[in-house]
């Protein structure tokens, strides 16, 4: 078993620093877990204090009387060391470490920052950060983190998990989950990776059960054989990787210094690394997002041939060329499509791909799940778009057309509504067919997950 799994699915967890505000950072996971009915056993840890949001606190972690998998420490960076030392001398054997100050600020926070490595030589112990915003396993709803994302939700468990350099991003990418409703499996903020570096964590997301797809906001490849290694254990078993990398320019990778002291320009080839593994990279935690929501419906695309259906003939020729721009294909119908489409459409509507509705769908909105039918069941295309906008009359006839619509994972069916009914379009997506507002978003998943 990788020792990276006592760390994320640690029984037994004490928070250093723990406060009695639920706001503070010391308070946040305490609170967190209370709320969330963490599995295990969780104990504050405060010298000023004997009770903590109603749990027996300790004075230290040397006053404990039971084995502890894992220590977060909610302490700012002049007791980190002390505190671990103290952790290390009563066998716990994981640490998560929020306080900032180390190598990501100048020489002297890079040589506290050895000095805490320093600690960990020789033993099985690790330590996640130091300057991270900790991890998140919602199979156990074990929360080792401060992020301010879970304030006023809890996270839906299922298969999304994510990994990065950047807390703050992170965070947002589970506001993003959240609003999306997708499962998240593990939540995972790097920091400087003093111990534990990215591609441990994604050996370890590849191996891990509950995972099925891994997402990344990559810095700095630290170690480029072991990360490429990790990416294609992640393909082997069948779980798509989806990164954002950062600091790709000089600007960038002068940030990425002062962020989480990473050095993105060492010469290490990403993009070869991510060709090579199949990874999906992606350009905004949106795209992330879309791309998540694809797989996570257990959707594959795979070919490029794209069937359209509008009710907008300009709307068709903007769909044809942002598709064929971006690799994918809008192919025409063979002669026994158009046959069979033919008795389908208004008498005054060409038989093409794209396909235009024209404003004949406001009298006949069934044509609408008659002809999307036709071109999923033709097996001549890999997936089907449809276009729509407004059309608040028929509304409702038209989402009931979509949920009969019976798509198939080889030949994914996606909507573009522009100003639908939110709640219908609600409906539509929980039917398993990805919606969009813009033609552009649409596109780029496309050709994102293009084979």
Not at 1 to 13: C, D, K, W
Not at 83 to 106: C, D, M, Q, R, T
Not at 313 to 323: E, I, N, R, T
């Amino acid at each position: 078993m990788s020792t990276l799994s006592l760390l994320f699915e640690a029984n037994s967890v004490a928070v250093v620093g723990a406060s009695d505000n639920p706001h503070k950072i010391g308070g946040r996971p305490i609170a967190y877990m209370k709320r969330l009915n963490y599995q295990g056993q969780l104990i504050p840890i405060n010298p000023k204090a004997d009770v903590i949001q109603g749990l027996t606190a300790k004075r230290s972690l040397l006053e404990l009387d039971m084995p502890v998998d894992l220590a977060v420490l909610a302490v700012p960076d002049t007791l980190v060391k002390s505190v671990i030392k103290e952790g290390l001398s009563v066998g716990i054997k994981n640490f998560v470490i929020f306080a900032s100050g180390y190598a990501e600020i100048n020489q002297q926070g890079l040589e506290k920052q050895h000095q805490l490595q320093a600690l960990f030589d020789g033993t099985e112990a690790r330590m996640l950060g130091p300057n991270c915003l900790g991890f998140i396993n919602t199979g156990t709803q074990l929360v080792a983190s401060f992020t301010t994302a879970m304030e006023q939700h809890p996270l839906k468990i299922g298969g999304l998990s994510f990994a990065g350099h950047s807390g703050a991003l992170g965070a947002y990418w589970l506001d993003k989950t959240i609003h999306a409703d997708i499962g998240v499996s593990k939540w995972i903020s790097s920091g400087n990776e003093a111990n534990v570096p990215l591609d441990e964590i994604v050996e370890y997301l590849a191996t891990d059960p509950q995972t099925t797809i891994i997402t990344l906001y990559i810095e700095e490849i630290r170690h480029p054989d072991k990360f490429e290694s990790a990416l294609l254990l992640a393909k082997n078993n069948n779980k798509p990787v989806i990164a954002l990398k950062g600091g790709k320019t000089a600007v960038g990778a002068r940030a990425t210094a002062a962020h989480t002291a990473s050095n993105p320009h060492k010469g290490v080839d990403y993009e070869g690394i991510f060709k090579r593994a199949g990874v999906i990279e992606v350009q905004s935690l949106t795209d992330m997002i879309n791309c998540s929501q694809f797989y996570t419906q257990g959707l594959r695309l795979l070919g490029n041939k794209i069937g359209i259906i509008s009710i907008s003939g300009g709307a068709g020729v903007l769909l044809s060329d942002q598709l064929e721009a971006n690799g994918l294909s809008v192919t025409g119908f063979s002669d026994q499509l158009c046959s069979e489409m033919d008795p389908l459409l208004p008498s005054f509507t060409t038989v093409q791909n794209p396909v235009d509705l024209t404003a004949a769908l406001v009298a006949r909105p069934q044509m609408l799940l008659e002809t999307s039918q036709q071109l999923v069941n033709s097996a001549e295309f890999d997936a089907v778009v449809i276009f729509m906008g407004l059309m608040d009359s028929v509304a409702q006839q038209l989402t009931d057309a979509l949920l009969q619509l019976k798509s198939k994972p080889t030949c994914p069916v996606l909507l573009i509504w522009m100003g639908g009914n939110k709640t219908l379009i609600a409906q539509i997506a929980q039917h398993g067919i990805l919606v969009f507002e813009e033609i552009p978003d649409l596109v780029t998943l496309l050709s994102n997950v293009k084979t």
